[in-house]
């Protein structure tokens, strides 16, 4: 494998690592389509350099291996459908909330409360964030 | 006999495309479906039959042979998978068209469900690491879809959290292939047996402990099981029964494949998954503790119970690993049932919250005994399906002298049954303490004396019945995991039908 693909991959996962971490969606897409065109870039590199691999083109030895090629044809098809999904589903959150930040477990958090004294919680602004959360569900008691 | 290895992946995506075509009528799709995952599940059973009787079967797809081109292959432990999971997916798909709500209208439903089925086929059926990839992406895009078919704003969120970290586990999957085949330049299961073996030590447990995270997260364990509790609770209830039943077992299949075959039996990694065992079992029963929701309380339950599994794997003993299939398939059965009556119980009562739920008992007194069956079994009382599958497990544990994940085991089944009488007796004894919301009381009950439509009670009926079946029949299902544990430790039958 050479130095420049694996650099490139390396770049890929950096820079994609740093986006999915991130809140809004959009920017998640993205992460993820960068992590998986790291991946595929490995991919890539791990056969063998060499001419295109066409039969009759020239003896074996000097061509390109060709399955990790079609492996990595494989996973881009893949990676593209499963993006216009993501893309279709971050319309549908902003059509919702006209926002497309991934949130917190709601539910998660009305039970990490719930073994709170009720001082602590009294003048918690977090709580009241919980309490008018868009399913309407009250703070258990 | 190499069509029964490639009918259950063609057929169900054909039906899936008769499926579309026939989008017009709900009944035509309904019936394709059904006949399609019936013609599977007879499938599945003569594959079985055949492989117990006369080893594994195998198949190269398009006339390669096997390092090149695609192998498929049934032996016993992928035989076993493929018929419970038929069995679930027929049950399921008759509870969804019994229960009344708008997402199993979609015209999409049937078909994305048979591109699931054919999908959890192929995962179990193959014998080749990337083409596991594929088929493992054809479940998941298909799940993608399923949880999120309403496109509510519960299911948008969560469905987020599970779309994303299940691409980021492909990504790495994608990653550890290129890993694999530039290390030993082939991605055939029976042909990197061999070759796994020759790396230099270090490579070889990076390779490994990439596989265990790649399947560790689509199979929930610890630490990285967070997304399920969240995402699996929002989707309508036969869709959360299905993943619950079948997805995270995916995981775990791969997860006992991938280590029992390609790593060489020197090197195999028992403490660190024993640990991982115990870890997943005590947080995913902990977790579900804390709940005050039926599907919340049976998701963190999942975690819990895939930690079992795990146990049995890395025992390595074939004691263990024919507990951890027995595990297997009680677990997939148990589990859907608790879901299709958990679903049943929101329908009856309006709300799948605890402190909503009460007195159950009397208005109806079918579900309280179709949600008691399965979950006294996944507790692990005689004579379900969950005493015998556990008993197998401490005895494998105690044989191998790990008492300390055998009491993990054990403790966890007292805070499994703490958590699942929590739900039983606050939704069927005693008393609601909120008033139900608006509009869900007013349910008709002298129209429904089971306490649902009946295409919903006989699915849950049946896998209440099998569970008491397993747990009878537990001698001649015991053996057969004792075979396929066998030929997990022993690949030597695996390996000549694929290398011919």
């Avoid at chain 1, 020239?58 to 044809?73: F, H, K, M, R, V």
């Avoid at chain 1, 998660?108 to 399913?135: K, M, N, V």
């Avoid at chain 2, 009397?362 to 079994?377: I, Q, Y």
């Amino acid at each position: 494998m050479t130095v420049l693909l694996a650099a490139t991959a390396a770049g890929l996962f950096g820079i994609g690592t740093y986006l999915v971490l991130q809140r809004k969606l959009s920017r998640i897409i993205i992460g993820i389509a960068l992590l998986s065109h790291g991946a595929n870039v490995l991919m890539v590199g791990s056969g063998r350099r060499g001419r295109a691999p066409i039969v009759g083109s020239g003896d074996a030895e000097s061509l390109a291996d060709p399955l990790p090629q079609a492996l990595a044809l494989t996973s881009i098809v893949i990676s593209f459908g499963v993006t216009a999904l993501l893309l279709a589903l971050a319309y549908r959150s902003w059509l919702l909330t006209s926002d497309d930040e991934v949130q917190d477990d709601l539910e998660d958090e009305r039970i990490a409360h719930r073994g709170a004294p009720d001082d602590d919680l009294a003048g918690s602004d977090e709580l009241a964030e919980i309490e008018g959360d868009p399913t309407g569900e009250e703070v258990e008691p | 006999m190499t069509a029964l290895v490639t009918l259950p992946i063609l057929l169900p995506l054909v039906g899936a495309a008769l499926s579309i075509l026939f989008g017009r009528s709900r009944r035509v799709q309904r019936t394709i479906a059904l006949s399609t995952l019936t013609a599977v599940l007879g499938m599945a059973v003569a594959l079985l039959v055949e492989v117990d009787r006369h080893g594994p079967v195998s198949v190269q797809a398009g006339g390669w042979p096997a390092p090149v081109g695609i192998t498929l292959i049934a032996d016993r432990f992928s035989a076993i998978m493929l018929v419970v999971a038929s069995v679930m997916l027929l049950s399921v798909l008759v509870y969804a068209i019994g229960q009344p709500g708008a997402e199993r209208n979609h015209v999409g439903f049937q078909s994305i469900y048979l591109v699931l089925a054919a999908g959890v086929a192929a995962a179990f059926l193959t014998g080749d690491l990337f083409n596991l990839f594929v088929s493992i992406e054809m479940m998941l895009t298909a799940s993608y879809v399923l949880i999120t078919l309403g496109g509510r704003l519960e299911q948008v969120r969560s469905g987020m959290t599970y779309i994303v970290i299940s691409l980021l586990a492909s990504v790495l999957f994608v990653a550890m292939l290129a890993f694999v085949y530039a290390s030993t330049g082939t991605v055939n299961m029976a042909d990197l047996a061999g070759k796994v073996g020759d790396l230099p030590p270090g490579l070889r447990s990076a390779l490994a402990v990439l596989m265990l995270v790649v399947f560790g997260i689509k199979a929930a364990i610890f630490p990285l099981f967070f997304w399920l509790p969240d995402s699996y609770p929002t989707a309508p209830s036969p869709v959360t029964a299905i993943f619950a039943g079948l997805l995270t077992k995916v995981g775990v299949y791969a997860i006992i494949r991938t280590q029992t075959l390609l790593f060489p039996a020197d090197s195999r990694p028992t403490t660190l998954l024993l640990v991982l065992a115990g870890a997943t079992m005590l947080v995913g029963v902990l977790g579900a503790i804390a709940q005050g929701d039926v599907k919340r309380i049976l998701s963190f339950q999942i975690v819990s119970h895939i930690g079992y599994m795990i146990m049995g794997l890395g025992l390595f003993t074939v004691g263990g690993l024919a507990a951890a299939v027995l595990y297997t398939v009680h677990h997939i059965v148990a589990k859907t049932g608790l879901f299709l009556s958990g679903g049943l119980i929101e329908h009856a009562g309006g709300s799948s919250r605890l402190t909503r739920l009460g007195g159950m008992v009397r208005t109806a007194p079918v579900l309280a005994v179709l949600f008691l069956v399965p979950a006294l079994s996944l507790i692990g009382l005689p004579p379900f399906s969950g005493f015998v599958a556990k008993f197998a497990l401490v005895d494998a544990a105690s044989e191998r002298s790990s008492y300390g994940v055998m009491a993990v085991a054990l403790v966890v089944s007292l805070l499994t049954m703490y958590s699942l009488m929590k739900i039983w007796i606050s939704v069927f004894w005693s008393p609601a303490t909120e008033p139900a919301p608006a509009g869900a009381a007013g349910r008709d009950r002298a129209a429904e004396p089971l306490g649902g439509p009946l295409l919903m009670v006989a699915p849950t009926v049946v896998l209440a019945a099998l569970t008491v079946a397993i747990g009878l029949a537990a001698g001649p299902l015991y053996d057969l995991s004792l075979r396929a544990a066998a030929d997990l430790l022993e690949p030597s039958a695996y390996l000549e039908v694929v290398r011919g």
